[in-house]
C-alpha cells in the first residue's frame, strides 16, 4: 500500500503558484520523499526528490516538514503544460515505487 | 542520450493469444520494473528485477512472465491466462537498491496494449 496521503484533484490558475500538499505521516528516518507527475498517456516524469531540507530544482520546490510527516510540492508559476496527475512517493532502498492516486492537477487559464 | 524504450507504442492482439512487450535500457542500471496502469488509476508493480537471472512477482502477477537474461533488457509477456490484458504498461529502472533512494527511478513512455 502507498504510504502517503493526497488530495484527489486541485485547481490553479494559469500562472499562479500550485502547492500540492502530501502526507506521509509513517515515513522512516532513512526514507526519501520523492515526487513524480504523469501526464496523460505518458510515463511518470521525475520532478523532485528531498530527505530532510528543502530542496529546489528549475521545475519545482518541496518543502518538507520538520518532524518529516508531511510535504508541498510548489509549482511556481503553473501553465497549461504542467496539468497532470501528481505522485507522492515515499521510497525505500528496499522496495519497490509504491504508487497511490496522486493528485490530479488542473491548470486554468 | 541514455534512456528506456519501450516499444511498440500501441499493440493490439487477438483474446487467447500470447503477447510480449520488449523494455531496453542504456542506464546500466541494475534494476528494472513492469508497472500496469487502468485508466483513472495509479500504477501497480507487476513484475521486477533487482539484478540479471533474477526477478520477483509484484502485487499483480498472475498471468504475466518476464526474463532477466540480459541487465538492458526486461521484457514482460502478457499470457492469455491474464483475465483483463487491455491496460497502458509502463517499464522503468533503477540503479542499484543501495542508491535508488538518491536517484530515482527512470521510466519509459509506455505501450498501450489492447485485446479485442
Known amino acids: 500500500d502507498a504510504k502517503t496521503t493526497q488530495p484527489t484533484s486541485m485547481d490553479c490558475a494559469e500562472g499562479r503558484a500550485a502547492n500540492l500538499p502530501c502526507n506521509h505521516s509513517?515515513?522512516?528516518?532513512?526514507?526519501?520523499v520523492y515526487w513524480y507527475r504523469q501526464i496523460h498517456s505518458q510515463g511518470p516524469q521525475y520532478i523532485i526528490h528531498g530527505l530532510k531540507n528543502n530542496e529546489t530544482n528549475e521545475m519545482a520546490s518541496l518543502i518538507i516538514t520538520e518532524d518529516r510527516k508531511s510535504s508541498t510540492l510548489i509549482l511556481p508559476h503553473a501553465t497549461l503544460r504542467d496539468t497532470a496527475v501528481y505522485y507522492c512517493i515515499v521510497l525505500s532502498g528496499n522496495t519497490p515505487l509504491v504508487f497511490g492516486k496522486g493528485t490530479r492537477l488542473s491548470v486554468i487559464a | 542520450d541514455g534512456g528506456i524504450t519501450q516499444s511498440p507504442k500501441y499493440l493490439f492482439r487477438k483474446e487467447g493469444q500470447n503477447v510480449t512487450l520488449s523494455c531496453e535500457q542504456n542506464?546500466?542500471?541494475?534494476?528494472m520494473y513492469w508497472y500496469r496502469q487502468d485508466p483513472g488509476q495509479g500504477l501497480r508493480l507487476i513484475y521486477y528485477?533487482?539484478?540479471?537471472?533474477?526477478?520477483q512477482k509484484g502485487d499483480i502477477a498472475e498471468g504475466y512472465s518476464v526474463s532477466r537474461e540480459k541487465k538492458e533488457s526486461f521484457p514482460l509477456t502478457v499470457t492469455s491466462a491474464q483475465k483483463n490484458p487491455t491496460a497502458f504498461y509502463l517499464c522503468a529502472s533503477s540503479i542499484d537498491r543501495r542508491q535508488r533512494d538518491l536517484y530515482g527511478y527512470t521510466f519509459g513512455s509506455g505501450t498501450r496494449l489492447t485485446v479485442v
Open positions: 509513517t515515513i522512516s528516518g532513512n526514507e526519501y
Open positions: 542506464l546500466n542500471h541494475d534494476a
Open positions: 528485477s533487482q539484478i540479471v537471472n533474477d526477478f
